[in-house]
């Protein structure tokens, strides 16, 4: 799991795809704080052929990436 609330962009890009990259999860989760953020991340785990859900948990939103 990533956990990304608090940061600004592009850190939870930059924490998310550091994952994804080194170990090629078939599933990861990614907490993040911002739209702006789910809507960063998202892009970035599609260019990489993920597939992304993305559920609003309070003030939170949770991203579920999938291979």
């Not at 956990?3 to 998310?16: E, F, K, N």
């Not at 990259?21 to 993920?50: H, Q």
């Not at 559920?55 to 939170?60: F, L, R």
Request: hydrophobic share 40%; proline share 4%.
């Amino acid at each position: 799991m990533v956990d990304a609330r608090g940061q600004s962009c592009p850190i939870p890009v930059v924490m998310t795809r550091r994952v994804l990259e080194r170990e090629k999860p078939a599933r990861l989760e990614v907490l993040v704080d911002a739209r702006v953020a789910v809507e960063n991340v998202t892009r970035c785990a599609r260019s990489l052929g993920y597939q992304v859900t993305a559920e609003s948990q309070g003030a939170d939103f949770k991203l579920t990436l999938t291979k």
